[in-house]
């Protein structure tokens, strides 16, 4: 019987060279995940650290990733965050939840662990990616919220969406029903859902995806909508959608969509 005790990533990947291996077991050390942080006296310089148990000067910390998470015990938790935080990194990991979060934060990325809900957002966010857990739910996003990615979770509806949003990706949840768009919206992606129908789209938006849904009525393309350069329909039966008030194939703003739109992406299924 031949023991190997692995610590990290070099043994595990040299081990194999040895000849005559019978068994081979392995273990993986429990650890702490290593920690880069970026100070506010030096905005330019990341510095690491083993844990966050030595990081100096906490309250100074305006950027902190967690790294490794992936490699720590499911009972892992993050410590509290500095009063002065603006981005926190902690992806890919086995988190179930968050720590309070600061006043100052303008970038959560906790995208890819096992959350089930999400505490207060400071009105400060700006960036908010959490895609890829097992969340139920949203809190309230704040009017500050520009960006909003959190595709591939248990969703069924979201929040009121703030008039700040650019970009939304909300696909592979169980969404049924939408509120009005933001008025500034120029990116949404809600594919994989189970939505019946969309609300007016707004004049702003660039690219929409709302393929694999349930939708027998599509929101009339207005000829403002100039500015559109992608919409991306995957339906079930083209005949059943609805563009505008009249068939579209003679409504000369069909001519125009047809210019802005992939429709070699439509498929009759």
Not at 45 to 72: P, R
Not at 200 to 219: D, G, H, R
Request: a positive charge.
């Amino acid at each position: 019987m031949f023991l190997v005790i692995l610590d990290n990533d070099y043994y595990y990947k040299n081990c194999f060279s040895l000849t005559n291996l019978k068994i081979l077991i392995i273990f993986l050390h429990t650890m702490n995940p290593t920690v880069s942080v970026v100070y506010s006296n030096n905005p330019r310089k990341t510095i690491n650290y083993k844990s966050y148990q030595e990081i100096k000067n906490y309250d100074d910390v305006i950027e902190i990733h967690f790294n490794g998470l992936n490699l720590c015990d499911d009972s892992f938790e993050l410590p509290n965050l500095p009063k002065s935080l603006k981005t926190l990194f902690c992806r890919e990991g086995k988190l179930k939840k968050l720590p309070q979060l600061p006043e100052t934060l303008e970038e959560l990325f906790c995208s890819m662990n096992k959350l089930e809900s999400l505490p207060k957002l400071p009105n400060s966010l700006v960036k908010l990616y959490c895609d890829t857990n097992q969340l139920r739910n949203l809190p309230d996003l704040p009017n500050s919220l520009k960006q909003l990615y959190c595709g591939d979770n248990q969703l069924t509806s979201l929040p009121n969406l703030p008039e700040s949003l650019i970009i939304i990706n909300c696909e592979l949840n169980k969404i049924k029903t939408l509120d009005k768009l933001p008025s500034n919206l120029e990116y949404f992606y809600c594919q994989f859902n189970r939505l019946i129908q969309l609300k007016a789209l707004p004049k702003s938006l660039k690219e929409i995806n709302c393929s694999y849904n349930q939708l027998f009525v599509f929101p009339e393309i207005s000829s403002t909508l100039n500015i559109i350069k992608s919409i991306n329909l995957y339906i079930q039966e083209y005949k059943h959608i609805k563009f505008f008030n009249e068939n579209p194939r003679n409504n000369n703003n069909f001519i125009q969509l047809q210019r802005y739109t992939y429709f070699s992406k439509i498929y009759l299924l």
